[in-house]
C-alpha cells in the first residue's frame, strides 16, 4: 500500500484501486478508478471505513449516516497520516526462502 500511496501522491481511492485492478489499470483510464464494478465496489466500501476510521466523531454516530454524509466522507481531500509506520525489510536466507523484518 506504501508503494501505491506514494505512487498516486497518497490519494487513498486510488491506492484502492491500483491494489484491486492494479496501478497500470488506473493509469490507463487517467488516474481514474477503473470501471470495473468489483473495483468500485471495493473503492466504496473501504474508502468509506476508512474514512470512518479516520474521524473518530463520525465513528461513532456511523449507523446514523446518511447516503448524503457517506458519499462526503467518500470525496473528503486524503491527508497524510501522523502515526508512525515501521519499515518493513525482505532479506533473503541461505537457504533461499524470504523472510520479512520490521523496525
Not at 3 to 18: I, K, P, Q, R, Y
Request: charged share 20%.
Amino acid at each position: 500500500m506504501r508503494f501505491l500511496l506514494d505512487t498516486f501522491d497518497g490519494n487513498v481511492e486510488l491506492a484502492l484501486a491500483g491494489y484491486n485492478a492494479g496501478e497500470g489499470a488506473v493509469m490507463k483510464y487517467g488516474y481514474q478508478v477503473p470501471p470495473y464494478s468489483e473495483t468500485r465496489d471495493t473503492c466504496g466500501v473501504i474508502g468509506t471505513r476508512y474514512a470512518l476510521m479516520r474521524d473518530p466523531n463520525t465513528a461513532q454516530s456511523a449507523n446514523r449516516l446518511t447516503s448524503q454524509q457517506l458519499a462526503a466522507l467518500k470525496n473528503k481531500e486524503a491527508v497524510p497520516l501522523k502515526i508512525y509506520e515501521r519499515s518493513v525489510y525482505a532479506i533473503r536466507l541461505a537457504d533461499g526462502r524470504l523472510q520479512l523484518i520490521s523496525q
